[in-house]
T-cell receptor, first 109, second 115 residues
Framework: AQRVTQPEKLLSVFKGAPVELKCNYS??????LFWYVQYSRQRLQLLLR??SRESIKGFTADLNKGETSFHLKKPFAQEEDSAMYYC???????????FGQGTTLQVKP | DAGVIQSPRHEVTEMGQEVTLRCKPI?????LFWYRQTMMRGLELLIY????????DSGMPEDRFSAKMPNASFSTLKIQPSEPRDSAVYFC?????????????FGNGTRLTVT
């Protein structure tokens, strides 16, 4: 079964601290993984995708097939990073995404 | 491009009433998705369409829920009769499925409150 697990509902850190938002997946094929972000009063939007291997707003995520993980990391959190973060798994060519439960990141000053 | 457009932004209704949520996908996108967001369950996929055809409706919770896509530029999600537990934010999203890994573009959502 395809599943995405984000074990933390809330992650609270101080500004400048490192951040790691955990994501584990279950998928029988070759996974395509994404991170989406929802800032306050804004629509859900794509943050990054594993296939791009890029850093967006200082965030990176590495696909670890051995551990079936796709954790989102940032070395120094900023207050403007406070948002809801969703890890998602793509199923097939139609773009259907299965989302995790989401983690709220709270960066305190 | 105005992006995915959903209406209404907020809907408050009484238990038992019919509720209709509307979505206009981005022009040229041929996949459309309806998601429900709650604190307890996060984002759940309810149903998705490809080229106006429903492909997977396994996420639709009950027969009270139905969705249609009469043409490439419009879709509706209907709840009849509505119940308090249906209260959630309902998101519509679209994508261009010919591009592998193409991102989903989400609307602003409809916040539904059933009293």
């Amino acid at each position: 079964a395809q599943r995405v697990t984000q074990p933390e509902k809330l992650l609270s850190v101080f500004k400048g601290a490192p951040v790691e938002l955990k994501c584990n997946y279950s998928y029988s094929g070759s996974p395509e993984l994404f991170w989406y972000v929802q800032y306050s009063r804004q629509r859900l939007q794509l943050l990054l995708r594993h296939i791009s291997r890029e850093s967006i707003k200082g965030f990176t995520a590495d696909l670890n097939k051995g551990e079936t993980s796709f954790h989102l990391k940032k070395p120094f959190a900023q207050e403007e990073d406070s948002a809801m973060y969703y890890c998602a798994l793509s199923s097939g060519n139609t773009g259907k995404l299965i989302f995790g439960q989401g983690t709220t990141l709270q960066v305190k000053p | 491009d105005a992006g995915v457009i959903q209406s209404p932004r907020h809907e408050v209704t009484e238990m038992g009433q019919e509720v209709t949520l509307r979505c206009k996908p981005i022009s040229g996108h041929n996949s459309l998705f309806w998601y429900r967001q709650t604190m307890m369950r996060g984002l759940e996929l309810l149903i998705y369409f490809n080229n106006n055809v429903p492909i997977d409706d396994s996420g639709m919770p009950e027969d009270r829920f139905s969705a249609k896509m009469p043409n490439a530029s419009f879709s509706t999600l209907k709840i009849q009769p509505s119940e308090p537990r249906d209260s959630a934010v309902y998101f519509c999203a679209s994508s261009r499925d010919r591009e592998r890994n193409s991102p989903l573009h989400f609307g602003n959502g409809t916040r539904l409150t059933v009293t």
